[in-house]
């Protein structure tokens, strides 16, 4: 089954700053999620962006889509130590089943 | 708190042995889908449950296979582990209205000696 990519594997910044993340998919989606995940737990859902959007946020979150160049962003504004995690895409590109990248670690130092 | 709870949280299985995983959904959830998650790796998707039938299956062998019940609780069960099968096992419920958005549990971590 295919599988976007994140972009960087892994990330640290300072507090306070923000982080961005980003992701590249191969063929057409409906949809792109970011879901995040702590530790050895299970996924939570973050943010959902329809193929027809190119922006939207929620909360310190702000996620972009570029149909052209199959490939989104996701901002963490103000980054805080309870952010540190790993984060993933997942698109709905093969057989309108959820599919998930290989994600980006993410550390915010105190 | 999704409302998804997976069981057992952990387990040891050797080689050869078989494994049984179970997952309880939201209520009203009738789509299951499960995850297999390598260290280090994203999610890989294995076979998603649409009212008790199979509806999509990702890159694994028969060995894994599946089931969904009335109530949308769902199995995992591999046969023949292997060394690789050594993973967190993750659940996910979708609403009805197949708005796309997965509801996961916390996962089940299996490690095979």
């Known amino acids: 089954s295919q599988q976007g990519e994140e972009d960087p594997q892994a990330l640290s910044i300072q507090e306070g700053e923000n982080a961005t993340m980003n992701c590249s998919y191969k063929?057409?989606?409906?949809?792109l999620q970011w879901y995040r995940q702590n530790s050895g737990r299970g996924l939570v859902h973050l943010i959902l962006i329809r193929s027809n959007e190119r922006e939207k946020h929620s909360g310190r979150l702000r996620v972009t889509l570029d149909t052209s160049k199959k490939s989104s962003s996701l901002l963490i504004t103000a980054s805080r130590a309870a952010d540190t995690a790993s984060y993933f895409c997942?698109?709905?590109?093969?057989?309108?089943?959820?599919?998930f990248g290989k994600g980006t670690r993410l550390h915010i130092l105190p | 708190e999704t409302g998804v709870t997976q069981s057992p949280t952990h387990l040891i299985k050797t080689r050869g042995q078989q494994v049984t995983l179970r997952c309880s959904s939201q209520s009203g959830h009738n789509t299951v889908s499960w995850y297999q998650q390598a260290l280090g790796q994203g999610p890989q998707f294995i076979f998603q449950y649409y009212r008790e039938e199979e509806n999509g299956r990702g890159n694994f062998p028969p060995r894994f296979s599946g089931l969904q019940f009335p109530n949308y609780s769902s199995e995992l069960n591999v046969n023949a582990l292997e060394l690789d099968d050594s993973a967190l096992y993750l659940c996910?419920?979708?609403?009805?209205?197949?708005?796309?958005?997965?509801?996961f549990g916390e996962g089940s971590r299996l490690t095979v000696l």
């Open positions: 996910a419920s979708e609403t009805p209205d197949n708005t796309g958005e997965l509801f």
């Open positions: 997942a698109t709905d590109e093969w057989d309108d089943k959820i599919i």
């Open positions: 063929t057409s989606i409906n949809n």
